[in-house]
């Protein structure tokens, strides 16, 4: 667990916003902020506020412990639940590419 006065998420909304594959403007426009905004979030120049959090959570369908996991004491890898944030935008045609892929890595 890392230091809790030094608390930086900047990285991971950013994993998050591009793995859902956002722009920074389509993400600000969503969440109704401005662009710099989300860049200063980004860069950890900036926290965001508990709205804005919840703005995003909801706008990707993620949670406050994927955002903060790495400051959690209960560990899990999110870097898959990142990967596959996107997953339900895939078109059909990639989807099932990918429950291929798995059945046949869960068969060796």
């Not at 916003?17 to 860069?43: C, F, L, P, W």
């Not at 339900?88 to 869960?106: G, M």
């Amino acid at each position: 667990m890392k230091k809790s006065s030094i608390i930086k998420i900047g990285k991971n909304i950013q994993q998050i916003r591009k793995s859902n594959g956002y722009t920074q403007e389509k993400m600000a426009e969503n969440i109704e902020v401005s662009v710099r905004y989300i860049s200063d979030i980004e860069q950890d120049r900036a926290k965001p506020s508990y709205e804005v959090l919840i703005r995003i959570c909801n706008l990707f369908h993620v949670t406050l412990d994927q955002i903060f996991s790495e400051y959690l004491s209960v560990k899990e890898n999110k870097s898959l639940e990142y990967s596959i944030a996107g997953y339900e935008k895939l078109s059909k045609q990639d989807k099932k590419t990918i429950e291929h892929l798995i059945i046949y890595f869960n068969k060796k």
